[in-house]
């Protein structure tokens, strides 16, 4: 017997893979990575410090939470 399918589509994640975003660290996670928050979906950036206002690349999205890393500036 087949059931049908009642799950809801999930939403459109406010970010992806491969993108860069400007982010400001709010908060610290249990494993020391800084926290930053776009449209309610959490970004764990590892190495960053609460208050930094810093770009990151975006490496993986899930369903509630995605995971960065820091863009380090050119140098000149």
Known sequence: MK???TR???GKSPVA???VLKVKIVDVGKQG???AR???L???VK???VGEEIDVRVSKVGRSS???DKVEAPTE
């Open 3 to 5: 059931f049908k399918d």
């Open 8 to 10: 809801e589509p999930m």
């Open 17 to 19: 893979e491969g993108q």
């Open 33 to 35: 990575d800084g926290i």
């Open 38 to 40: 776009i449209e309610g």
């Open 42 to 44: 959490i970004i764990f």
């Open 47 to 49: 190495g960053a410090k």
């Open 66 to 68: 995605a995971f960065a």
